[in-house]
């Protein structure tokens, strides 16, 4: 029998907003909507659409998804905002994976389409950009230290989902300046005071490192005009953060904040191998089948293999920018820990991808064991007696 999933929305006026979320959320078996003081008709909409409607005051982003996640009841849950939308295919991609989830698997990524100024955006925004929404009820909960970021991360094998959750952004260029300054504002509050050369960094050179890179390695230039506005709002944002806590950002340590932000590396090793012919994929697929069996999560991107037990990837458009794409895509889905190169041209490649793309160490061979390349990967990447 399929698993069933519920549904927890958290809102605070959103009645202009709350119908189409919750006419996407047909396919669920439960809707829970805790709402933080609505002045207008937020709660009567949700309890005509028969959700669960709570009342909570305001807490905080974590401490509010947890409230909802503590009141839902099936098998699975389904974070989403007012803001936001489940299209057809993916409501049909997540019904299927219920409908027989691996025992391994405890998180779907979903697929997030930005609409900023009312048009879907693509590699300007990192598209497919996935949100570990889905998950088995009871596994995760929120960090409520954080007042931004507060997502969850895949302790293992995370199953990427097909369909889209749109997200609606700005509607005009005043809310995006004022969504621009409100993410600033809570980002410095998060992280800590910087030091002179963080903060040239932080104000300068990250900011336009991340332009370069998501209008011209990411293929940002495809969206346009408003794709272009969209990276150079983030990027301002970034440096309106760094400058607000050189006049008073939190004393807390933030390794895991902000533009530094990296996902915790837990649960067993993942290696993504990387073959962009035929050829490649013949002799990489074997060798990513022995790593699963040593108890790697493993993937493929480039040409499909011929066997098609490992999931693979397919590149789309020219080369370097589809690479690069491909390989954010996984490291969304959940961290990499080494790459897999078929040869000399995937080495080759590789060299124009950014380093944050290229795992966090040294791309393996086809001519490693790869038990023993597994267990190596793990003494690097896993601290001891880490899950």
């Known amino acids: 029998m399929s698993e069933t999933v519920s549904a927890c929305v958290i809102t605070r006026d959103e009645e202009q907003r709350l119908p189409a979320c919750l006419a ?39 401490r ?5 996640l503590e009141r839902a009841s099936s098998d699975w849950v389904l974070e989403i905002d007012a803001d936001e939308r489940i299209d057809a295919a993916l409501a049909a991609s997540i019904r299927a994976l219920l409908a027989a989830a691996p025992a391994d698997v405890r998180m779907g990524g979903l697929p997030m389409r930005e609409n900023f100024l009312g048009k879907l955006l693509g590699p300007s ?11 088995r009820r009871g596994a995760f909960r929120h960090d409520e230290s954080r007042t931004v970021h507060e997502g969850l991360w895949p302790d293992g094998p995370c199953a990427p989902l097909e369909g889209e959750m749109e997200h ?16 600033a504002r809570l980002e410095s509050a998060q992280r800590s005071r910087p030091g002179g050369a963080e903060a040239l960094a932080g104000i300068v050179l990250r900011p336009a490192a991340k332009l370069v890179y998501r209008t011209v390695f990411y293929g940002g ?39 530094g932000q990296q996902a915790p590396r837990l649960g067993p090793v993942r290696i993504v191998g990387v073959a962009l012919g035929g050829s490649g994929a013949e002799r990489t697929e074997p060798w990513l089948r022995e790593a699963a069996a040593a108890g ?25 920018g589809a690479l690069v794409r491909a390989l954010d895509a996984e490291d969304q889905l959940r961290p990499v820990d080494a790459l897999l190169l078929a040869g000399a041209r995937e080495r080759a490649h590789l060299r124009l991808a950014p380093a944050a793309l290229r795992g966090a160490v040294a791309p393996l061979a086809l001519d490693a064991a790869p038990a023993a390349a597994v267990s190596a990967v793990a003494a690097g990447t896993r601290a001891p007696g880490a899950n």
């Open 24 to 62: 996407s959320l047909a396919f669920c078996d439960e809707v829970v909507v805790v709402d933080s003081g609505s002045r207008d008709r937020t709660r009567e909409i949700a309890a005509a659409a028969s959700a669960k409607v709570f009342e909570n005051p305001w807490p905080g982003f974590a």
């Open 168 to 183: 609606l952004l700005a509607s005009t260029w005043g809310e995006a300046l004022r969504d621009t300054l409100a993410y």
């Open 221 to 259: 230039w495809a969206d346009g005009g408003r794709g272009f506005a969209k990276v150079l709002l983030e990027c301002a944002a970034d440096s309106l953060a760094t400058v607000q806590r050189l006049n008073g950002g939190s004393e807390a340590e933030d390794a895991t904040s902000g533009l």
């Open 64 to 68: 509010q998804r947890n409230f909802a």
């Open 125 to 135: 925004c990192r598209y497919p950009r996935y949100r570990h929404r889905l998950f």
């Open 296 to 320: 790697a999560d493993v993937a493929l991107i480039g040409a499909a293999p011929p066997e098609g037990s490992v999931r693979h990837r397919l590149l789309e458009g020219p080369r370097l």
